[in-house]
């Protein structure tokens, strides 16, 4: 039995307008936000600005990734498609939002010692208006951010963003209010560190679906038993479950059926079980006896 699914059932691609959307907020503001960092001096604002270039990045890679993913395969070579660029365009958001967070280490480390004469003001209205797109952005991006892995992965971009406006506006206010330049330094430090415990969060669901782990609503042990416990199935062996991209989650398995079973009947309700379980819709499922030789299961 082997299911299919179609570019409709594709979670990226039904939230690709969101990522659009979001793209054209946030390349228009970080045009903004980096003329204002230069010309105010602040490390927050500069970090920002990093971190809003690092969004343009990702929602950029992101919007791509939806496009190559959808794309009719014309080599023949991809028997699963290219779904899996929406994983690879997260694990790129991942790798630019550590980046940020180091240069906010490394150039807080430079500045230890120095009293930079920071406009404060700037830092306040470029702070606000930053929140105000970036809660905007936040909006459009949770629509689709529990479905699809690449569309988290820009919500997560963008809602440390929004924290990063949040410490511009208050990094603007300690500066203003005690005269003080280290609290730019100390806020930026804490937006970095904070994206940094984000970006792990994102990488560590990017390498469970590139190396193949099962689903956290898939238990192989529990679907291997509830397996065996259709009438006529005496074993079970290569059983894989595996996500090949946000929404389309994948099994194979062998099911050894007892001599006088019907075939077709252990096919159908391994196929709703799989389907109606575990939301298993593509699988593939060999029936064979236990008598059948022509079997022979991997050896690795």
Not at 77 to 104: H, K, P, Q
Not at 181 to 207: K, Q, S
Not at 266 to 289: D, K, M, P
Request: hydrophobic fraction near 50%; charge should be negative.
């Amino acid at each position: 039995m082997s299911g299919s699914h179609s570019h409709t059932g594709h979670a990226g691609s039904r939230h690709r307008w969101r990522l659009a959307v979001s793209f054209g907020l946030i390349l228009a503001f970080f045009v903004v936000e980096l003329i204002s960092a230069i010309t105010s001096g602040s490390l927050a604002l500069l970090t920002d600005a990093g971190h809003m270039a690092a969004d343009v990045v990702a929602l950029g890679a992101a919007l791509i990734a939806t496009r190559v993913a959808t794309r009719p395969d014309s080599t023949g070579t991809r028997s699963y498609g290219s779904y899996r660029a929406e994983v690879f365009a997260s694990g790129l958001a991942v790798l630019l939002m550590w980046g940020v967070s180091i240069y906010v280490v490394v150039e807080a480390i430079g500045r230890i010692g120095d009293e930079p004469e920071l406009a404060s003001g700037t830092m306040l209205v470029v702070g606000a208006l930053g929140l105000i797109v970036n809660l905007v952005a936040l909006v459009l991006l949770r629509g689709g951010s529990k479905e699809s892995l690449n569309v988290k992965g820009a919500y997560l971009e963008v809602f440390a963003d929004a924290l990063g406006s949040v410490g511009v506006i208050a990094a603007g206010i300690l500066v203003h209010a005690t005269g003080d330049g280290v609290w730019d330094t100390v806020i930026a430090l804490a937006i970095g560190v904070f994206v940094a415990v984000r970006a792990t969060m994102l990488g560590r669901e990017v390498v469970h679906v590139l190396a193949q782990h099962a689903p956290a609503n898939a238990d192989p042990r529990q679907i291997d038993s509830d397996l065996m416990s259709i009438d006529g199935v005496e074993g079970v062996h290569d059983l894989h479950v595996w996500t090949l991209t946000s929404g389309m989650d994948v099994a194979t398995a062998h099911l050894v059926a007892r001599h006088d079973a019907d075939p077709t009947a252990v096919l159908g309700a391994a196929r709703t079980l799989l389907r109606e379980t575990y939301s298993l819709a593509h699988a593939t499922i060999q029936v064979e006896y236990a008598k059948d030789a022509s079997c022979h299961e991997a050896d690795w």
